[in-house]
């Protein structure tokens, strides 16, 4: 655990992976029923959390994609504007 989050961001990432936890154990549980084999129902809940974790950290990165290419779109219409003032 990260000690320099603050304890409101510690709570929110202890839930977030609690949560995770649980759709992945309910997910293999059911599957644990539905097909009545011990080691499917494992290998389902083993996938649900990797999928999950691997989703989020493509989410993520697609997050900080987007807040560069903001920064860039800026940067080019800020010097969009001042390219005329400097050509004259």
Request: proline share 2%; hydrophobic share 45%; no cysteine.
């Given at each position: 655990?990260?000690?320099?989050?603050?304890?409101?961001?510690?709570?929110?990432?202890?839930?977030?992976?609690?949560?995770?936890?649980?759709?992945?154990?309910?997910?293999?549980?059911?599957?644990m029923v539905?097909?009545?084999?011990?080691?499917?129902?494992?290998?389902?809940?083993?996938?649900?959390?990797?999928?999950?974790?691997?989703?989020?950290?493509?989410?993520?990165?697609?997050?900080?994609?987007?807040?560069?290419?903001?920064?860039?779109?800026?940067?080019?219409?800020?010097?969009?504007?001042?390219?005329?003032?400097?050509?004259?």
């Amino acid at each position: 655990m990260d000690t320099s989050l603050t304890p409101e961001e510690r709570v929110a990432a202890i839930g977030e992976r609690v949560g995770r936890a649980g759709v992945s154990t309910a997910t293999g549980k059911a599957l644990m029923v539905a097909t009545g084999t011990w080691w499917i129902g494992l290998v389902g809940g083993v996938a649900t959390h990797w999928l999950a974790s691997n989703g989020r950290a493509k989410r993520a990165q697609l997050n900080q994609l987007e807040a560069m290419l903001g920064t860039l779109k800026s940067v080019d219409q800020r010097e969009q504007r001042l390219l005329p003032k400097l050509v004259v």
